[in-house]
């Protein structure tokens, strides 16, 4: 629920008047924009950029492959 805003003058005059409906049709356009700006594959992380995955792959390879006969025995 919107209420009616009163902007003053410095001098206490007023200034304008900004009705209910125009303040909620403000809101909703606002918040449309924002809505519509928001992706469904946003998961709120940064991408790693490429030049420090290629050096993290350098220093810890994926593809190392455990011997699991000799940790158990």
Known sequence: MFYEV???KPDGKLKKRISQTELSEKHWEE???V???IGL???GTKPVPAWV???LDLE???NVELDYQSLQG
């Open 53 to 55: 995955k290629a050096k």
């Open 60 to 62: 810890f390879p994926s």
């Open 41 to 43: 594959n946003n998961s």
């Open 31 to 33: 918040f449309e924009k």
């Open 35 to 37: 809505e519509g700006e």
């Open 6 to 8: 009163r902007v003053y």
